[in-house]
C-alpha cells in the first residue's frame, strides 16, 4: 500500500510546491478588490500587450508595498520550520496560525501543509476541511488536488448518499493536477534532479488516483489505461496492480492479467499471497483450463 509512503515522497515537493504556487507574483490585472489573490491566468493564452507607461507614470502607479507584520512573520516561521511528520506540532501551530491570521498571505501553504498533516495522523474531518480550504484559496495546490483525488477512492463507501459527487471530485482534482504539472516551475533550492523526480512521482500517483475513480466507475478500459501510467516507472503500487490485475479478467484479458499478477506477487505486501493465487487461475484460464466465463469480482 502507498498510503503512508505517498505523504513522504510529497513532504518537500508538497512545501516548496504550495509556497511557491500560493505566493507567486500577481498581476495588476489580477489583484481583486477584495484583497485576495487569484489563482495564475493561463501562460499560454497571451492577453494584449498595453501601452507601457513613462517612467514616472510607472512611480506613480506603483502600489505601496504591504506592510510586514513581523509577528505574523514570526508565527509562519516557526510553523514552516516545524519538521515534516511531526503531526502533535504541525496541527496545533497551523491551527493557531490560522486563528490569528485568517487573511494572511500564508494561509494556503499553511492549509495546504495541514492536509497532510491530518493525513498522517488519518483525522479525515481536518484533512477535507483543510483540503477544501487550501483549494479555495489556490486551485492550482498541485500537491493537495493529487492526494485528496487519490485518497478518495480508497476510501469509496457505495452507501455514501454523497459517494457520486465525491468521486466525481476525485475525477476532477487528479485531471486538473494532470494539466498543472508539465507546467510548474522549479522551487528555489530544489535540483533540477529532484523536481523531476518529485514531478514523477506526482504524476504517477494523480494517474493512479484517476484509475481507481474509473475502477469504482466501473469504466475498466479507461482505468486500465490510468493504472499502467501509474505503474510504468519505479515500484509500483500493489493495490494498483491488484486493481489491474482484475479488472484485466473482468475483460477476459486472461494474458495480461497473469503479468499484471505476476508483478503484484514479486512485491511485498498485504496482496502477495492473494496476487500470486489470481496469477495462477488467470494462467489456467488463458489456456482454457477450465473454461470460466466470469472471473471472480475483486
Given at each position: 500500500?502507498?498510503?503512508?509512503?505517498?505523504?513522504?515522497?510529497?513532504?518537500?515537493?508538497?512545501?516548496?510546491?504550495?509556497?511557491?504556487?500560493?505566493?507567486?507574483?500577481?498581476?495588476?490585472?489580477?489583484?481583486?478588490?477584495?484583497?485576495?489573490?487569484?489563482?495564475?491566468?493561463?501562460?499560454?493564452?497571451?492577453?494584449?500587450?498595453?501601452?507601457?507607461?513613462?517612467?514616472?507614470?510607472?512611480?506613480?502607479?506603483?502600489?505601496?508595498?504591504?506592510?510586514?507584520?513581523?509577528?505574523?512573520?514570526?508565527?509562519?516561521?516557526?510553523?514552516?520550520?516545524?519538521?515534516?511528520?511531526?503531526?502533535?506540532?504541525?496541527?496545533?501551530?497551523?491551527?493557531?496560525?490560522?486563528?490569528?491570521?485568517?487573511?494572511?498571505?500564508?494561509?494556503?501553504?499553511?492549509?495546504?501543509?495541514?492536509?497532510?498533516?491530518?493525513?498522517?495522523?488519518?483525522?479525515?474531518?481536518?484533512?477535507?476541511?483543510s483540503a477544501d480550504k487550501a483549494v479555495?484559496?489556490?486551485?492550482?495546490?498541485?500537491?493537495?488536488?493529487?492526494?485528496?483525488?487519490?485518497?478518495?477512492?480508497?476510501?469509496?463507501?457505495?452507501?455514501?448518499?454523497?459517494?457520486?459527487?465525491?468521486?466525481?471530485?476525485?475525477?476532477?482534482?487528479?485531471?486538473?493536477?494532470?494539466?498543472?504539472?508539465?507546467?510548474?516551475?522549479?522551487?528555489p533550492g530544489m535540483t533540477d534532479a529532484?523536481?523531476?523526480?518529485?514531478?514523477?512521482?506526482?504524476?504517477?500517483?494523480?494517474?493512479?488516483?484517476?484509475?481507481?475513480?474509473?475502477?469504482?466507475?466501473?469504466?475498466?478500459?479507461?482505468?486500465?489505461?490510468?493504472?499502467?501510467?501509474?505503474?510504468?516507472?519505479?515500484?509500483?503500487?500493489?493495490?494498483?496492480?491488484?486493481?489491474?490485475?482484475?479488472?484485466?479478467?473482468?475483460?477476459?484479458?486472461?494474458?495480461?492479467?497473469?503479468?499484471?499478477?505476476?508483478k503484484c506477487g514479486a512485491i511485498e505486501?498485504?496482496?502477495?499471497?492473494?496476487?500470486?493465487?489470481?496469477?495462477?487461475?488467470?494462467?489456467?484460464?488463458?489456456?482454457?483450463?477450465?473454461?470460466?466465463?466470469?472471473?471472480?469480482?475483486?
Open positions: 500500500m502507498r498510503l503512508m509512503r505517498t505523504c513522504a515522497e510529497f513532504g518537500l515537493f508538497g512545501v516548496a510546491l504550495a509556497v511557491v504556487l500560493a505566493l507567486a507574483p500577481v498581476s495588476s490585472g489580477q489583484q481583486g478588490s477584495g484583497g485576495g489573490q487569484q489563482p495564475q491566468q493561463d501562460q499560454s493564452a497571451k492577453p494584449a500587450t498595453p501601452a507601457l507607461p513613462t517612467t514616472n507614470e510607472a512611480t506613480k502607479m506603483q502600489p505601496e508595498a504591504p506592510k510586514v507584520d513581523p509577528v505574523e512573520e514570526a508565527a509562519y516561521k516557526t510553523f514552516f520550520d516545524t519538521k515534516q511528520g511531526d503531526v502533535d506540532a504541525e496541527i496545533p501551530l497551523g491551527q493557531q496560525f490560522l486563528q490569528k491570521y485568517p487573511k494572511s498571505k500564508y494561509a494556503g501553504p499553511v492549509y495546504s501543509r495541514l492536509v497532510r498533516a491530518y493525513f498522517l495522523k488519518q483525522d479525515w474531518e481536518g484533512f477535507y476541511a479555495s484559496l489556490n486551485p492550482n495546490d498541485v500537491t493537495t488536488l493529487v492526494l485528496v483525488g487519490w485518497v478518495i477512492p480508497h476510501s469509496y463507501d457505495p452507501k455514501d448518499l454523497e459517494a457520486d459527487s465525491k468521486i466525481a471530485k476525485a475525477e476532477n482534482y487528479e485531471k486538473h493536477a494532470i494539466e498543472l504539472l508539465p507546467t510548474l516551475q522549479k522551487p529532484q523536481f523531476a523526480e518529485l514531478k514523477a512521482s506526482a504524476e504517477s500517483q494523480a494517474h493512479s488516483g484517476l484509475g481507481l475513480v474509473y475502477f469504482r466507475q466501473k469504466e475498466y478500459v479507461d482505468s486500465i489505461a490510468e493504472l499502467q501510467k501509474a505503474t510504468a516507472a519505479g515500484t509500483p503500487d500493489p493495490t494498483d496492480l491488484w486493481v489491474m490485475g482484475n479488472e484485466l479478467q473482468q475483460l477476459k484479458r486472461f494474458s495480461e492479467a497473469v503479468d499484471v499478477f505476476q505486501s498485504p496482496l502477495q499471497d492473494r496476487c500470486k493465487q489470481f496469477s495462477e487461475q488467470a494462467k489456467k484460464w488463458a489456456a482454457g483450463q477450465p473454461a470460466q466465463p466470469t472471473p471472480p469480482k475483486p
